[in-house]
């Protein structure tokens, strides 16, 4: 049962991986990569702006506890000329701590620093991997579209494509069938004319006697009309005799001629 499960499992990975293939567009593929790349960078350049940030925050905290310690050093200095030793000890304790405090947000600007200074340099890597992939994806896009196209228009040619190929059967399928149909009307007049079948549109009990009978009768009203024609022609327009019995005599017009 494991070893079945398996194989359709297999099967199942074969057959989706193919209806993948079929349906995904290498273009697509490309510009949703180039998508994703693109927000990677606008990440890393967003913590490039949250480190800066925060390295700018330090420096301003700096700034204030540099004014604090030098204030803090003035009082010290005013209270021992007023003979005042415990508040010139007082600010000299504060302002210990207070560069105790400049000392620990110090080595935090160096880290940010730091830090600020790979991010930024990461970022410039980045930018410059997304527009050398930008050109390639926009060639690679270019090739595609003409390979589609050149192989769309040969197949066109050469009759390869579904669309072609249907019009092809079908073009295939009206021949065989005008051809069909020439060869049963041909067959029909065959049979017609040897008297195998009977023309429906003549009238009911007619026979193959009859008909041959009407044909002569036509056959003989054809001359009759003929000779009335020539009746009425006038002598000069008589036409000659035909070549081959005006060399030849007919036995009367030997005997005459004798």
Known sequence: MTSIAHRIAALFRIKANKALDKAEDPREVLDYSYTQQQEMLQKVRRGVADVATSRKRIDLQ???LRQSSGK????????LAAGREDLAREAVSRRTAVASQLTDLRTQQATLQAEE?????ASQRLQAKVDTFRISKETIKARYTAAEAQTRITEAVT??????GDVGLAMQRA?????QLQARAGALDELLASGALEDATLPAGRDDIQAELERVTAGQDVDRELARMK??????ATPPAVEGKSAEQSPLDQEGTS
Do not use: F, R, V, Y
């Open 62 to 64: 700096i700034a204030q």
């Open 72 to 79: 803090l050093e003035g009082q010290a200095q005013q209270a």
């Open 159 to 164: 009759g390869i494509g579904e669309e072609m």
């Open 231 to 236: 009746a009425q022609l006038p002598a000069s």
């Open 117 to 121: 200074e790979k991010l930024t340099l």
């Open 175 to 179: 021949e065989d069938k005008t051809e």
